[in-house]
């Protein structure tokens, strides 16, 4: 069993940065994909980046490629989701999530745990 709790969003303008924390229970986090997800109220929740249990892999989606960086602390039982030049449509809940997997999910059928979300706004 594995909980989850993210942290670091907020309201921030176009072209500017946030970090997001997702904080991990649980002896054998370094055997979890970790991934973060989006989702707007009236869509469906979108695949934003996954990271493999070392760390060495990461995925990510189009829209995000080049401004975010999905990183991990196994140590501290962290991820953390660097999201620079922010646009108004990245505005959304992200949640992190975990999967026991050696091969990363890119889908959110994929995943097993859940945190709760954290709000991130950027206006324009």
């Known amino acids: 069993q594995v909980q989850l709790l993210e942290s670091g969003g907020g309201l921030v303008q176009a072209g500017g940065s946030l970090r997001l924390f997702c904080a991990a229970s649980?002896?054998?986090?370094?055997?979890?994909?970790m991934c973060w997800f989006r989702q707007v109220v009236g869509k469906e929740r979108e695949f934003v980046a996954a990271?493999?249990?070392?760390?060495?892999?990461?995925y990510y989606a189009d829209s995000v490629k080049g401004r975010f960086t999905i990183s991990r602390d196994n140590a501290k039982n962290t991820v953390s989701l660097q999201m620079n030049s922010l646009k108004p449509e990245d505005t959304a809940v992200y949640y992190c999530?975990?999967?026991?997997?050696?091969?990363?999910?890119?889908?959110?059928?994929?995943?097993?745990?859940w945190g709760q979300g954290t709000h991130v706004t950027v206006c324009s």
């Open positions: 999530a975990a999967k026991y997997t050696i091969v990363v999910p890119t889908t959110k059928g994929g995943y097993d745990y």
């Open positions: 649980g002896r054998t986090f370094y055997s979890y994909a």
């Open positions: 990271i493999g249990w070392s760390g060495g892999s990461t």
